[in-house]
């Protein structure tokens, strides 16, 4: 027990690899620009409230990371229902995201462990 | 006079940009990852190079459709191989595609020419989202247009033959060292030798045998890919056919273009041993 929890004291979580809340908080920024300027994206978030957005995708990262945050806010089914988002249109989604983490330098094999954590909630995001 | 012609044509120019533009929204196939659709290999088909994976080669997601063109050659010791494909994506479910393969022997002035027709089908998974492998079955019927070569080394068949696979792709997100990672195997029954090439049966087997084929790569960044491959084949004409195995470097700039360079280590090739050499393949999609 006494180990497991040395093990688990020594081990940065993939939140504080990524630099904690400060590079976060970019990449969702630059998100939320990167569909600002996309046609095909803006339609999904004409009637969204982004502050709402950008907090809860804040929390929602840090959650998935494994940093300290708890994700307050709906769940992916609630928040996508009636969408009816096509597959094309979400891992579009995801070309975008992954410029908003270039944009945060944040290097590709974090990219790619944070997107590896995203990759369950796709089945409560598309075609609903 | 001169004025309205040139209002009429440029409405008419307008109508055609506007055209082309809306077919491109509705056609453009990006819907996939980049380097998530893979590549052609030699017989045409969606894979990585001489293994048909279970990828379906263009970029289309289930509500698209796809189109690509590729041009590969290998270039070993007594023998060089080049191919011509086009293939055919729908709906990221069914994989259409046509080949020709030109088998030249260096210094002999003969040229065997093959064609191809593959067809593939995903029956299950996404290679990069679902939690287990995608998986597709296939085919790929080749005719083999000069078939004196394939009589003269005692092919019991020298016009037609068709092999039958089943593949599974995956990859991996981040697996290894933060790096994603990509792994296919498939197993195909086929009688070809040499692909075909050579004819179909021989004077020691002239039965479907089951082959297994693997690749495994790593991306080292979006455009980046290095792996290797073995494909396992059959020696149905008693001349030592050997297994085929190539290490690839792959280079996908974008969702339209890639390039892969290869050595490829042939083995014995029609009792020639040591057929090494460079693989060369650029693939393009035309929408």
Request: contains cysteine; negative net charge; charged residues 20%.
């Amino acid at each position: 027990m006494a180990l497991l929890a040395g093990c688990a004291s020594t081990d940065k979580s993939l939140y504080d690899e990524l630099g904690g809340q400060a590079t976060v908080a970019k990449i969702v920024d630059n998100f939320i620009h990167e569909i600002e300027y996309d046609q095909v994206m803006f339609a999904y978030f004409a009637e969204s409230d982004i502050d709402r957005f950008r907090s809860k995708l804040n929390e929602h990262l840090c959650f998935l990371a494994d940093g300290p945050c708890a994700y307050t806010g709906d769940t992916m089914a609630q928040v996508h229902a009636g969408m009816n988002i096509s597959e094309g249109d979400f891992n579009h989604g995801v070309d975008l995201f992954i410029a908003a983490m270039d944009k945060a330098n944040v290097p590709h094999p974090l990219q790619n462990r944070l997107l590896a954590k995203m990759v369950p909630t796709r089945q409560d995001i598309i075609y609903l | 006079m001169r004025i309205l012609q040139k209002r009429t044509l440029q409405r008419a120019l307008g109508t055609a940009v506007l055209a082309v533009s809306m077919m491109g929204q509705a056609w453009a196939a990006d819907g996939k990852l980049i380097a998530t659709a893979g590549l052609t290999q030699v017989e045409g088909s969606g894979g990585g190079g001489i293994v048909p994976w279970a990828t379906i080669s263009g970029y289309d997601s289930r509500d698209q459709i796809s189109a690509g063109a590729t041009v590969t050659r290998v270039d070993v010791s007594d023998f060089r191989l080049s191919m011509l494909g086009a293939s055919l994506s729908l709906y990221d479910k069914v994989e259409l595609s046509i080949a020709q393969q030109r088998f030249e022997i260096k210094g002999a002035g003969v040229d065997i020419k093959q064609n191809i027709v593959g067809l593939k089908y995903r029956l299950y998974g996404d290679v990069v989202y679902d939690t287990w492998p995608q998986v597709s079955v296939g085919l790929q019927h080749k005719k083999l247009e000069d078939g004196d070569v394939a009589g003269a080394v005692g092919a019991k068949n020298n016009s037609s033959g068709t092999d039958f696979y089943v593949a599974a792709t995956k990859v991996h997100l981040g697996a290894i060292a933060g790096y994603n990672a990509v792994w296919n195997l498939t197993a195909r029954a086929t009688k070809a030798n040499e692909m075909g090439i050579l004819g179909f049966g021989g004077v020691e087997n002239n039965d479907y045998q089951v082959m297994l084929e693997a690749s495994a790569g790593i991306l080292f960044s979006r455009h980046l890919a290095v792996g290797l491959e073995y494909r396992q084949k059959p020696d149905n004409l008693g001349l030592g056919e050997d297994d085929w195995m190539d290490y690839f470097i792959s280079y996908i700039p974008s969702k339209d273009f890639n390039l892969t360079l290869a050595w490829a280590k042939l083995g014995t090739i029609a009792g020639a041993p040591g057929q090494d050499g460079l693989y060369l393949s650029l693939n393009g999609q035309l929408w």
